[in-house]
């Protein structure tokens, strides 16, 4: 699938969620596919205000605008998605989403259809892509892999390259406020 590389940026705006530095990020939905701009990026907002999401518990505070951002979200069709991704050294072979120098690249087919290895509905896959890609503009540059069987992924795992034991997660933190963690890979 691809689209024509141009992007619609959501003209929305939100107050600051959680408390740590202010990271200001704008989102952006490819032109040509059935999405608003505006939907996705409530839907984002959401999630990173969220009780157990990394506003929550000091990683950082984040704002959603529609202008001057820190990191842009975007949400690009397969084809779009490996072309920005390549340019900074990563091969994400029409399935996977990305960090890059301008922030977040997120594959269309992985927010529509969620991933084969995650026991959960596209929308809280969806959840795990904000939670994951986001992680890395925090600052957080390694992956984590399973902490054991029956445990729950880290959202820091590469959960779409298989859970080894581990079950499916999509936030960094547990309903108690504990980080999830495992080994770094």
């Known amino acids: 699938m691809a689209g024509p590389g141009t992007f619609t940026t959501a003209q929305s705006s939100g107050s600051p969620v959680g408390s740590g530095p202010l990271r200001r990020y704008r989102v952006q939905v490819e032109d040509g596919i059935d999405m608003s701009a505006e939907d996705a990026a409530a839907e984002i907002q959401g999630i990173l205000a969220h009780e157990r999401s ?8 984040f704002q959603l605008v529609s202008s001057t951002a820190d990191f842009v979200i975007k949400i690009a069709t397969p084809a779009t998605a490996d072309r920005l991704c390549l340019a900074e050294g990563l091969d994400t072979r029409g399935e996977l989403n990305c960090e890059t120098s301008e922030g977040v690249v997120v594959n269309l087919r992985r927010w529509t259809q969620g991933s084969p290895q995650f026991d959960g509905t596209p929308a809280e896959y969806r959840h795990l892509i904000i939670n994951h890609e986001v992680g890395h503009e925090t600052g957080i540059r390694t992956h984590l892999g399973c902490s054991g069987p029956g445990e729950l992924a880290p959202v ?27 080994p770094t890979v």
């Open 156 to 182: 820091m795992m590469q959960q779409i390259k298989g859970l080894n034991g581990c079950l499916s997660n999509a936030w960094p933190y547990d309903e108690h406020g504990e980080y999830i963690s495992g």
């Open 54 to 61: 990394w506003a929550a518990h000091g990683r950082g505070a």
